[in-house]
DNA sequence: CTCAAATTAGCACGATCGTTCGTGCTACGA
DNA sequence: TCGTAGCACGAACGATCGTGCTAATTTGAG
């Protein structure tokens, strides 16, 4: 093979491509090198020459992921617009994403959050930690964009108001897929419509893009 | 020892006790025998007597759990009153037993909801998710009891302030943990208040209990 | 076509998984 | 006092875990 990055990158981009799928349904430690190889149709050695340790292919699995979720949920949102209507799109677009299915196992940042939530420090509960903080932060900024705007009341405080968002979302992807009924999308969507049209400083204010 | 039922079910008892800690933070599946066993110095073969099998002590777990949440959770809550006040004291009851380590890993059943959550139908799932709609079901018949006392506006869809006061007692939960910070319960505190107001009939209706 | 480097497979290790079996206590009923 | 039932134990089972070593295979560059 290539001196460098030709088959062996490919396969371990494959590999991590169905890591990140098995790890959003049986969890980050429910991902197995056995269970991936045969999943894969390789060896366990052969797969486990990409990553130095277990851990390591945990934070890379990770790091798969989140180019996903960036992809898949922020970018488009963040090219729907500013404000509050970009705050609005952001959520949507996780809405959607859990809908189209892009992990199996509903949002990966959800199910590995709950599965680290209590566990003891390590890199990869860090690394969850941070980019779990990362999404809030960017639903708290559109927020206080969308403030700065003056699309948003003055009273609103932008932190309650990204928790509520969040707290929406991530239940509706809990249910969702436990009692798979899409009509937890719905009541997400619907109460998000509320807390925004709520605290808009127009009451009729454009809420949602063209369409 | 006794014939029948002393130091046996004391013993059975003592092992759910600490089943339930543990699969609050290391989930349904990092529960693992030897672990047990070794965090209660018992043999793996006396501990494993009291269970014919892996899933009878996952489902029995789950039992144990249940009790412990309907009388650290449901039982206070149902004594504080009835409508509106029963509904803020289930929310508010809920955010206590967090508070105060219930469990070491937080809510047990948000945890096996998550775990549980894209995993393969069965008994130990189909119960996880029994006790779930239970909760929900709770919350959704006292509000529904609110309105019928004319607590609540006719307009309120009892399902969907569900679903928001269940959003943000479950993100509170997530996020307490994931960052040791006690504000998230505040937001969830704060969350619960502005929807219980906002739908109540009366602007300035009693919802704290006399304190 | 050849060679060296990169990639994969084969095999083995100690540990731990869930589970079974036989044994020895210990205390009550006869 | 003796038998018996409940309970816990130690040892062992096959399977699988993560992780090393070494040999075979593939592959791009010269």
Redesign the interface.
Known sequence: MPRNTSHGAKTRQAILATAADVA????L??LTVGRLAGELSMSKSGLFAHFGSKQDLQLATVEEARQRYVREVIEPALAAGTGLCRLRALCESFLSYIERGVF???CFF??A???????APGPVRDRI?DC??QWMDTLERSARDAQAAAELETSTDP??LA??L???L???N??Y???HDPA?LE??R??VQDRLA?QATRPGLRLLPPD
Not at 24 to 27: A, I, L, P, Q, Y
Not at 113 to 119: I, Q, S, V
Request: glycine share 10%; charged share 20%.
């Open positions: 959003s349904v049986d969890g430690d429910g199996p196992g509903g959800a199910s959050m709950a599965e680290f939530d209590a566990k930690a779990q903080a932190q309650q928790f509520e969040e707290a929406a991530l239940s509706a809990w249910y897929h436990l009692y937890y009541r997400a619907r109460a709520s």
